[in-house]
């Protein structure tokens, strides 16, 4: 294969992927070895690309230049619409304020006919039932799980005891009705789900646990799939 092509479909398995993408299953779907993997990604990297990872920890697309907004179909800008209308109901303040900038962003660089389907799009979302207010340390979490730094919190169980732990931040998730942190918990020593407005004091301890989230929250997802 020549080597634009292998570029070009390396490029298409990064942003379709679940990410982040190990350097094994990239190098698979572009038919090269891992060596040859690794000086695909630097030349990517080197034409603009910004892919964060290593090897051995899997890599994640999180700027692509050479993807133009004009190349979304109709429907994708529908789902765009819906999605980022999705996360300023459901989000706190920060993330909603995100998703209408990026929102902003998107519809400002595409073509005019493009645009008007964005600003008149045919489906819309709203909820009746409110969901509560997010909690004022969703954004400490948010940003510890991408830091990769420890926390101490205060945790109010269902029986209303209470117990200061420290933890792994992993992944927050948005359920229908609240939301969820999926974290290592260092004094049980195994993977624990906590109810955010359960959670009361946190504090930063000032420890790393990197580079160890993405294999731990694999880890974690491969047991809840296994019920």
Known sequence: MARPDRLFRLLHALRTLPQPVTAARLAEETGVSERSLYRDIA???????LIDGAAGVGYTLTEDPALPPQMFTRLEVEALVLG???????GDAALAGAAQAALAKIVATLPDRVQRQALHAVQETYRFEKRPPAPPHLAVLRQASWDEAELRISYRDKEGAVTSRSIWPLSIVFLDRSL??????CLRQDFRRFDLMRI???EPTGASFRPRRVPLLRQFHAELRGG
């Open 43 to 49: 030349s990517l990297r080197a034409g603009g690309a």
């Open 84 to 90: 980022l209308a999705e996360v300023r109901l459901v």
């Open 180 to 185: 969820m942190l999926l974290a290592w918990c």
């Open 200 to 202: 009361g004091r946190v």
